[in-house]
């Protein structure tokens, strides 16, 4: 297995909107973030991840991009990026851009020319179809924020695609053009210095060219089979890694929808000259009871089976990417582990030995490190997703489910969960802005907030910074393999890792009672690498407190 510096790495991934606002204006902004570089310095992360900062109306918070080479007038301008950028280099960190090619704003001069007229140099940029009649869109597709997937554009009375919402137009990659123009977008930005990109739903950007109705799933028929991992997007990847990737010396990752573990040695696999590593979403997207929405925790015993599967099958012929939540997720703790007061802090702390033990490049979503949690949403009003607002008008207000079924789901996976501000100290607004800020922040910042973290030894800010640590001093954390024990228990997570002669025994409880553990005998005296409580490491039958997580080595 060829040795890099991005699996040896740790991600941090930023939300920009909700990091930290320099400026009092509520919204977190680019100057914001280089305050805080000294904070992530301090954590010990190698990259950040940075959510789109580009020029954008903000339909979907910088997902609709309308000019790729133009900062956010919220966020800054190109001279605080060029700072930031900077001033995170001098530090030892690199930047990892968001990369948003399947689609643009319907803001982007591409589109609005686009849609002027059939015979528009740009007509061909994007996916245009005549309706069935004037009424009837092209097929039944579903758009992921709602409604159908396609926009009838009265200019030309014709109808374009869109995956997302209806401000997102995709682009067409089987034209030529649009992929010099990415290309070219993308190595300007390498120029500039930055180091890599994560590239937004990749998996999508080649369509079929026939586009039939497809099967019912939720509401409306399912573009998937038509649109995911389509006929040209291995082309296109091979294409663009070697007119831009090949070139820098930068690192790849893929948001790959519906990627399995075989398509995913094709995107990533050591020799495919496509992505360095994707993203895999089996283990946070099996649970949905309404399209994406449901109120349930997946059993352990399934999303062992999911993650273990991912971890033996791309053994030395792929990357994994490892990661419990993101903007689009709700928050770990609240999901994975477990919350409530009492057992917040433990969980929060076992989630991160079971997923920094595992093999792969582990990112962290801003926030994570402090343990934050789910907001206590009260009223719909309080959601500025565009996804959970159109669930809502969807499912309950217009659909088939009554608030009180559909509320919880909401409550339990809505992504603004995960875009409330960054909890930075105890004061007003937890110290995100000196404003009034886009979102509401989390009440729980009183308790649980970055200033107390970082002075407190045994926070869980503390434990991420070992992890950290821990994976700079042992490469069998980043290189061993790996192999799941105690595959039917609903209780505990234990698997060893293994490297040459050294051998690991991560073993994690998920539940909130104590549950007994019988250390296996090659383990029995070997020592304590890390561990979320005090216990006795030397003996063979433990008793395991709630939420308990530990690393033997010998
Ligand atoms: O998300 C891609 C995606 O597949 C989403 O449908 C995701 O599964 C969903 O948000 C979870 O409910 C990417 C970005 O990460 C997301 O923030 C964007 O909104 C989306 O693409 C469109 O660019
Ligand atoms: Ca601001």
Redesign the pocket.
């Known amino acids: 297995m060829k040795k890099t510096w991005w699996k040896e790495a740790v991600i941090y991934q930023i939300y920009p909107r909700s990091f930290m606002d320099s400026n009092g204006d509520g919204i977190g902004d680019l100057k914001g973030i280089t305050s805080r570089l000294d904070y992530l310095k301090y954590l010990g992360i190698d990259v950040i991840w940075l959510s789109p900062v580009y020029q954008s109306p903000n339909d979907?918070?910088g997902?609709?991009i309308s000019d790729y080479q133009a900062i956010m007038e919220e966020f800054g301008t190109m001279e605080d990026f060029d700072e930031m950028l900077a001033a995170a280099h001098e530090r030892g960190i690199r930047i990892v851009m968001d990369l948003?090619v399947?689609?643009t704003s319907d803001e982007h001069k591409w589109f609005m020319e686009s849609r002027k007229s059939k015979d528009n140099a740009y007509r061909d940029y994007y996916i245009w179809r005549e309706g069935k009649d004037e009424q009837t869109p092209p097929n039944n597709w579903g758009a992921?924020f709602g409604g159908s997937a396609w926009q009838y554009d009265e200019a030309t009375a014709m109808y374009y695609l869109h995956l997302?919402s209806k401000k997102?137009p995709d682009l067409n990659w089987d034209n030529p053009k649009v992929r010099a123009e990415v290309f070219d977008m993308m190595t300007w930005w390498c120029e500039k210095g930055i180091d890599g990109f994560r590239m937004?739903?990749i998996s999508l950007i080649s369509k079929t060219k026939e586009m039939p109705d497809g099967e019912i799933h939720g509401l409306y028929g399912d573009f998937g089979p038509y649109c995911t991992h389509g006929p040209n997007v291995h082309k296109y990847l091979q294409e663009m890694n070697e007119k831009v990737l090949s070139k820098y010396d930068i690192m790849t990752v893929g948001?790959t929808?519906g990627v399995t573990t075989e398509t995913a040695k094709q995107y990533a696999g050591e020799n495919a000259r496509e992505l360095n590593m994707v993203f895999q979403?089996e283990h946070v997207?099996g649970d949905g009871k309404y399209g994406?929405w449901t109120d349930e925790k997946l059993p352990l015993t399934t999303l062992k089976k999911t993650l273990s599967r991912w971890q033996t099958e791309l053994y030395g012929t792929a990357w994994n990417s490892l990661f419990w939540d993101?903007?689009?997720?709700p928050r770990a703790v609240s999901r994975f582990g477990d919350d409530r007061p009492q057992f917040r802090e433990a969980s929060a702390k076992m989630l991160a030995t079971c997923l920094h033990m595992l093999q792969g490049t582990p990112y962290i979503y801003q926030g994570e490190e402090l343990g934050m949690t789910n907001y206590p949403f009260q009223s719909p009003e309080d959601f500025r997703d565009i996804?959970s607002i159109n669930a809502y008008r969807e499912w309950c207000k217009e659909g088939p489910l009554s608030h009180d079924v559909f509320w919880p789901c909401l409550l339990y996976k809505s992504?603004d969960n995960a875009r409330t501000p960054v909890q930075w100290d105890d004061s007003a607004q937890a110290g995100f802005t000196t404003g009034t800020p886009w979102i509401a922040v989390n009440p729980n910042y009183k308790e649980i907030n970055a200033k107390a973290e970082t002075a407190d030894p045994d926070s869980v800010f503390h434990y991420y910074k070992k992890l950290i640590a821990l994976r700079k001093e042992n490469p069998i954390m980043v290189y061993g393999s790996y192999e799941l024990l105690l595959e039917e228990s609903e209780e505990l997570f234990v698997y060893t890792r293994t490297l040459e002669s050294e051998r690991l025994l991560v073993v994690c409880s998920f539940c909130d009672h104590e549950t007994t553990f019988a250390v296996p005998e090659e383990f029995a005296g070997a020592s304590c690498l890390i561990a979320n409580m005090g216990n006795e490491y030397g003996k063979t039958e433990m008793t395991l407190q709630p939420y308990e997580a530990f690393v033997l080595i010998r």
Request: proline share 0%; charged share 40%; glycine share 0%.
């Open positions: 979907d918070n997902y609709d948003v399947n689609h992921c997302f997102q937004d739903v948001e929808a979403f997207e994406k993101n903007h689009d997720q996804e992504r």
